[in-house]
């Protein structure tokens, strides 16, 4: 038996976990994967309920768990709440007490969506790539200043620091996801520049000498930002530090045209939570036209990463790619000449294919 934890959290976050869970449900009775739920609060329902963003009831449960699917949490109604209990909070108490050392963000175009991008098609039919990022190092973790005076100037800092270790775990896991993937990883860096990042390449490259089944190659991050843009095909997976993996995976995000389609995993040493990188919505939240497919997604990586249960993680996603390719489309990414249709809908739909 595998235990998930649900957190629907506020927003339309109740209405994709729904129907992730469902999807799940689907793809358990056909596989036997003998999976379990528990629900548990997070945000702003939490706060009206406890008073606190995070109970410590949800965290125990979250570590208890073999793994954590998380809907999102926020909206206007908390936006004069005290900054230490916002919903948004829960996140980061979750990401500490978690200890979710890495963000994985995948960005696949599927082909019935590549008229939705911003690049043009022949730049995005076929981009399948991973953006691995180290969540909880580098300069927004380090020591800060938010002003002094010196030489007569009021001036501010923040201190970016990696150790060997933090640089080494990130590094291993990109490794191994690049392994079972195409086996090609771009390591991302400022080393003409930053101290931080010449240890971070020095780091890498030794690393690799035990994947010698993976291609590596160093890219510096401007040039990464804009070979994005030009031709992200060529990447397979990408590993990099906080800041940087930070503006890199928003901007690889866009590439697939829909926030409400990406997906995303944190992956801790014990439990790893899994999210669509979306927030709230709280302007179409109760509407019931939310696309749940960026939170089914993230189900499908927790099949994949958690439970190791690869073949449930295919049976979602491409049953995601077929209602597409039927035609079915969420509001979010509806044109002329499709069908349009709701979250309960969509969530039929894939089910159906399952
Ligand atoms: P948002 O991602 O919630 O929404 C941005 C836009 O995208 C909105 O127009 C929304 O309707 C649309 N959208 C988002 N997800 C969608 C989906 N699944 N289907 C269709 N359309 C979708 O970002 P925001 O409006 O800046 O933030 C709203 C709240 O969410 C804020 O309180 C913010 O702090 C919070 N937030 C939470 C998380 C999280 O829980 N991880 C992440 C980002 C923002």
């Avoid at 990130?170 to 690049?178: C, D």
């Avoid at 994005?228 to 993996?245: H, R």
């Avoid at 790893?272 to 960026?294: F, T, W």
């Avoid at 509001?331 to 979250?343: L, N, Q, V």
Wanted: a negative charge.
């Amino acid at each position: 038996m595998s235990k998930i934890v649900v957190i629907p959290g506020d927003g339309i976050g109740k209405e994709i976990t729904e129907s992730a869970v469902e999807v799940l449900k689907t793809v358990d009775k056909k596989l036997n994967l003998d999976l379990e739920y528990e629900f548990h609060d997070a945000g702003g329902t939490a706060y009206d309920k406890f008073g606190v963003p995070l109970p410590d009831e949800t965290l125990e449960a979250c570590k208890k768990a073999d793994a954590v699917l998380f809907g999102a949490v926020g909206g206007n109604k908390w936006d004069n709440v005290k900054a230490e209990l916002r919903p948004e909070r829960a996140i980061l108490g979750l990401r500490k007490g978690l200890g979710l050392y890495a963000n994985l963000r995948p960005v696949k175009v599927v082909d019935s969506l590549v008229g939705n991008s911003p690049l043009k098609p022949e730049l995005v039919k076929g981009v399948d790539l991973v953006i691995v990022r180290e969540l909880v190092g580098g300069i927004y973790f380090g020591d800060r200043c938010e002003s002094e005076i010196k030489d007569g100037a009021e001036r501010a800092w923040d201190l970016e620091n990696y150790s060997v270790p933090e640089i080494e775990r990130i590094t291993k896991l990109a490794f191994e996801t690049a392994k079972i993937r195409r086996g090609k990883l771009t390591s991302v860096d400022k080393a003409n520049v930053l101290a931080t990042s010449r240890l971070w390449r020095r780091t890498v490259t030794k690393i690799a000498e035990n994947f010698n089944d993976v291609e590596l190659n160093h890219l510096y991050v401007d040039n990464c930002a804009m070979q994005l843009c030009v031709n992200p095909k060529q990447f397979d997976v990408i590993v990099t530090g906080n800041l940087f993996g930070d503006i890199l995976s928003d901007e690889a995000a866009v590439i697939g045209g829909s926030i409400g389609l990406m997906p995303s995993a944190s992956i801790g040493e014990l439990t790893s939570l899994y999210e669509p990188i979306h927030g709230s919505a709280p302007d179409i939240a109760g509407k019931g036209i939310a696309n749940p497919m960026g939170t089914i997604l993230s189900a499908a990586m927790l099949l994949r990463y958690s439970l190791h249960a690869e073949e449930a993680a295919k049976a979602i996603e491409s049953a995601i790619d077929q209602t597409l390719a039927d035609g079915f489309r969420t509001a979010d990414i509806y044109s002329d000449g499709f069908k349009k249709i709701g979250t309960e809908q969509a969530t039929q739909e894939i089910c159906s294919r399952i």
